[in-house]
């Protein structure tokens, strides 16, 4: 167990619809990542944040947006769902250190 | 985007044995992580390595940072049924805040009893 949980389990969507996904973080954690995990694939960085604030962004489109709340929870927005966003998405916490805690993910089946 | 390298791709070995698997990439990294990854789950960290040359045991488990900053290894001995999963390497290359864990591949390992 990490600490760190994640909503919904699973997701089914259309394509062109809008998801969100939701994590809170271990206690005591203030930096929130999400990874992107297509199958087969280890996960892809999407954003960091930081007492609410992205500072580090990977290799996706501005229509993968996130938020920070002051309790360190988060969320991942997608717009115009694709195929291709089909994947686990995770979210992984940490403090000061570099180690990275992950939740158990989220699956997105769009269809 | 980027991905560190590992290879083979599916390890199978017979309970009882050691197992031993590299990873590597073409930068450098502060930071190595090992995780496991089983179906429907989050990776789950195994062992955290933060200076160059450092040799880390977690149990059966044990990992090195290699000297040059662009490898590591993980070793699990004495195999037994519930090591079955996806091994991945993870390596940060930023300190502070801003930080991202750049993944390999995975290896899938089997355990024949």
């Known amino acids: 167990e990490t600490g760190v949980t994640q909503s919904p389990t699973h997701l089914i969507k259309t394509r062109g619809q809008q998801v969100t996904l939701r994590c809170s973080s271990q206690s005591g954690h203030n930096t929130v990542s999400w990874y992107q995990q297509a199958l087969g694939q280890g996960p892809q960085f999407i954003f960091q944040?930081?007492?609410?604030?992205?500072?580090g962004r990977g290799n996706f489109p501005p229509r993968f947006s996130g938020l920070q709340f002051p309790n360190y929870s988060s969320e991942l927005n997608v717009n115009a769902l694709e195929l291709d966003d089909s994947a686990l998405y995770l979210c992984a916490s940490r403090d000061k250190g570099e180690t990275q805690y992950f939740g158990p993910g989220t699956r997105l089946l769009v269809l | 985007g980027q991905q560190l390298n590992q290879s083979p791709q599916s390890m199978f070995i017979q309970e009882g044995e050691d197992v031993s698997m590299n990873c590597t990439s073409s930068s450098i990294f502060n930071t190595w992580l090992w995780y496991k990854q089983e179906p429907g789950e989050g990776p789950v960290l195994l062992i955290a390595l933060y200076k160059a040359g450092e040799l880390t045991s977690n149990g059966r488990l044990t990992a090195q940072f290699g000297i040059t900053r662009k490898d590591s290894f993980l070793n699990i001995s004495a195999s037994i049924p519930s090591d079955v999963g996806i091994y991945f390497c993870a390596g940060s290359a930023y300190t502070g805040a801003n930080s991202k864990l750049t993944f390999g591949k995975g290896i899938t390992l089997s355990v024949r009893p």
């Open positions: 944040y930081y007492r609410e604030e992205e500072n």
